[in-house]
């Protein structure tokens, strides 16, 4: 238990930022798997939409600052890179 009333305040901040963070690392977990479902399947048009909705999830992840950009610039590099093997 925090003996200082900012350290109770912030571990609360903290907890609640985590679980967002946790949510939305989590949704682009899932929406990477997917788009590799798809890409494995050999569904080009369901991979081309998984595609742009996992590099808008990439680019958010950017901007809540969960990923670094040359992380999301490298998983981008390689999204693209496995949906033009498929055409």
């Given at each position: ?15 609640k ?61 390689d ?9």
């Amino acid at each position: 238990m925090a003996i200082i009333a900012s350290n109770a305040k912030r571990t609360k901040t903290n907890r609640k930022s985590e679980a967002a963070n946790k949510s939305q690392r989590s949704s682009l977990k899932t929406a990477l798997r997917s788009f590799n479902s798809a890409i494995e399947a050999g569904d080009k048009e369901m991979a081309e939409r998984l595609f742009n909705q996992t590099n808008s999830l990439l680019d958010k992840s950017i901007t809540s600052n969960i990923h670094h950009k040359n992380y999301v610039a490298r998983k981008k590099s390689d999204l693209s890179l496995k949906l033009n093997t498929l055409k």
